[in-house]
């Protein structure tokens, strides 16, 4: 029998290939850009690692500005790092 194809994807951030579940989905969708964590929102998605670090690089790097070819406020970044964090 063949095993099944497991999704890989790219983190914006650090540029490491891993398998999609291990990796957070930031989704633009019509609601704005925001953190989706069950990776089934609509709307055009980049990864991003489970890591403080790859989440504090995409602001330094406005990075989400690149993903998604629009300007990305710092408040949108804001609410991204606490969304990460649980608060």
Not at 5 to 10: E, G, N, Q
Not at 49 to 78: M, P, Q, W
Request: net charge positive.
């Amino acid at each position: 029998m063949m095993e099944k194809k497991v999704p890989m994807r790219t983190c914006i951030a650090c540029k490491t290939v891993k398998p999609k579940k291990e990796l957070y989905r930031i989704v633009k969708g019509e609601d704005g850009i925001s953190l989706d964590k069950t990776g089934r929102k609509n709307g055009r998605g980049a990864y991003v690692c489970n890591d403080i670090n790859c989440i504090k690089k995409l602001r330094k790097g406005k990075l989400l500005s690149r993903a998604f070819s629009c300007e990305v406020k710092d408040e949108t970044y804001d609410a991204i790092e606490k969304e990460f964090s649980g608060e």
